[in-house]
C-alpha cells in the first residue's frame, strides 16, 4: 500500500473529512515519526509495533573489482518491530 493509498481508504472510511485533511493528518503523522526517529527516540503503536533507529559502526570494506580497501561510515538505520498481536493477527488470516 502506498502513501496515497492510505489515504485514499481513510477518506472512503471517514466520509466526514475532507480528502485534503486526511492527507495532512497522514503526512503529519509520518513527519512526526520522521523526527522522533531523528532525535534519537522511539516511536511505539501499541497491537502494531515500534519504530526504533539502530546504529551501524564505521567499517573497512573491500572494492571487488581492485582489491583495495573503502571506508564504510558510521550509518543510523530505522527499524521497525512488530507487535506479537499484529503477528498473530496476521498469522491468522492465512490460516
Not at 489515504?7 to 515519526?33: C, G, Q, S, W
Not at 580497501?69 to 521497525?80: D, Q, R, S
Request: aromatic share 8%; with cysteine; proline share 4%.
Amino acid at each position: 500500500m502506498t502513501k496515497s493509498e492510505l489515504i485514499l481508504r481513510i477518506a472512503k472510511l471517514n466520509p466526514h473529512l475532507f480528502h485534503r485533511d486526511t492527507e495532512r493528518a497522514v503526512v503529519t503523522i509520518f513527519n512526526e515519526i520522521t523526527a522522533a526517529l531523528a532525535r534519537g527516540d522511539r516511536v511505539e503503536f501499541r497491537g502494531f509495533g515500534a519504530f526504533s533507529v539502530k546504529h551501524r559502526d564505521a567499517w573497512t570494506a573491500r572494492d571487488p573489482r581492485t582489491g583495495g580497501a573503502v571506508a564504510v561510515p558510521h550509518k543510523a538505520i530505522p527499524f521497525f518491530k512488530t507487535s506479537r498481536q499484529l503477528r498473530e493477527r496476521i498469522n491468522d488470516c492465512q490460516n
